[in-house]
Structure formats: C-alpha cells, structure tokens
C-alpha cells in the first residue's frame, strides 16, 4: 500500500503485492559523472491490485476497500516501487465470498 500519484487517479492509495525484493550497484556514466563509484538501488518488484470503482466512498460507507488484481496481459500489471515509498504492515483480507 502507497500513496497514489497526483495523476488523476481518484483513489487516495495504490495497493501491489511484493513479487520480490532487490537491490542493484550502478554506476553512473553520464556526461556529468565526477566519479565511477558504485552506488546501491533498493527496489521492489509489484503485481499491482486495481482498486473495484463502485467501493471509491468506501471509508463513507464505514467498509473496507475492494481490490482485484489488474489482469495480467494489461502492460500497467506489473512494476517497480522504491521501497520508502511503501507503508509497511499493511494486510488484505480474502473476500471469497464476493468472488
């Protein structure tokens, strides 16, 4: 769970599911670079959770949040987060019944 970018999305927060947790050393190349020094990117790899329309007054309603998971041909299904941006402890409960 994150905060969703100001993009026009409606719904206050993003919702993924960690696939996996990385890190990676780079060195930056670029014209501007004063050194070749390695530094370490953390990152997380998501499937991405689309939040269910009808539920956007949900907190109104005094009910919880309804996900489904974006269909995985949709090339948005999948992405990568920094993982300070990730409010941590978060739990989504199963509603099988809704299914």
């Known amino acids: 769970m994150l905060l969703s970018s100001p993009d026009g999305n409606n719904h206050p927060f993003s919702y ?3 696939l996996g947790i990385f890190h990676a050393n780079i060195v930056y190349t670029t014209p501007g670079s ?3 020094q390695s530094h370490q990117i ?3 790899w998501v499937q991405w959770f689309d ?3 009808h539920h956007f007054s949900a907190w109104d309603q005094h009910a919880l949040n309804t996900v489904r998971f974006l269909p995985m041909a949709n090339e948005d299904a ?4 920094d993982p300070a ?3 941590w402890g978060c739990h989504i409960i199963p509603s099988f019944a809704d299914s």
């Open 51 to 53: 939040v269910i329309q």
């Open 42 to 44: 953390k990152f997380l």
């Open 34 to 36: 004063k050194d070749f």
């Open 16 to 18: 993924a599911w960690v």
């Open 85 to 87: 941006d990730v409010l």
């Open 78 to 81: 999948f992405g990568f987060i």
